[in-house]
């Protein structure tokens, strides 16, 4: 859908009961809606002109209620996709992508939005020394927002190719993540998989000569080591 540069006619309430306003296109379609109450709601047009030395943009897509809903576009002034976002409860939620003027790649960000109206979550408590298995599930509070959470990439404009990625949980820097290991438990507190916990505490692994020397010296109250040592 794209409304770039399209020539409107503004409606008041007389034109139709349902609406405050709204602007009509050409083919007839109704967008940047408002409601009685001053909500809007449906498809939008916002144009952002240049301001203070940054570019202006225009970006399109759905709000419900006052808040953005769905997949947002956004486009530079002169026509050129620039961002790809999706939001929830009016706050970015999913996966959103960034470009350059030119439509190299620039980021591709993930996000998980809180219900305001439900802002509870439920966290999965594994067993430390296991991670596949789930001891039990746990309802925690958490502040309604817009949390990083998941895969960040960023792209080198000039190759194409990935810089660098970033693991997140609830806006957490997941320092020890692996990017395809999803069965990780983690610690909600720190944001951090218990895999990295269970490493630490695995003893060092004896070598097999001490073992099998332990093994023939097994219940011996006195065992005659040479250490090295001279004289007395």
């Not at 379609?29 to 030395?53: A, C, F, H, S, Y």
């Not at 194409?160 to 820097?173: L, Q, Y």
Request: charged share 30%; proline share 5%.
């Amino acid at each position: 859908m794209r409304y770039l540069l399209i020539a409107t006619i503004f409606f008041s309430l007389g034109s139709q009961a349902q609406w405050k306003s709204f602007t009509l296109t050409p083919k007839g379609d109704t967008l940047n809606r408002i409601d009685l109450t001053g909500l809007k709601q449906g498809p939008w047009v916002v144009q952002m002109p240049e301001l203070r030395g940054e570019r202006g943009y225009e970006e399109e897509g759905y709000f419900y209620n006052d808040k953005k809903e769905g997949t947002w576009k956004r486009f530079s002034l002169e026509g050129d996709m620039i961002a790809v976002e999706n939001f929830s409860y009016g706050m970015k939620s999913g996966k959103c992508i960034y470009f350059t003027n030119s439509g190299e790649a620039l980021r591709e960000e993930s996000w998980r939005a809180i219900d305001p109206k439900s802002p509870f979550d439920t966290v999965l408590i594994r067993d430390l020394t296991d991670p596949s298995k789930i001891l039990r599930k746990e309802i925690i509070k958490v502040e309604p927002n817009s949390y990083k959470h998941g895969t960040w990439t960023f792209y080198n404009t000039l190759t194409g190719g990935i810089e660098r990625t970033e693991e997140w949980v609830m806006s957490r820097p997941r320092v020890d993540a692996q990017p395809d290991d999803d069965m990780a438990p983690i610690d909600v507190a720190e944001g951090k998989s218990t895999t990295a916990k269970k490493d630490e505490k695995k003893e060092m692994k004896k070598p097999q000569a001490i073992l099998d020397y332990e093994k023939k010296n097994a219940g011996k109250k006195k065992i005659k080591v040479r250490d090295g040592s001279t004289g007395g």
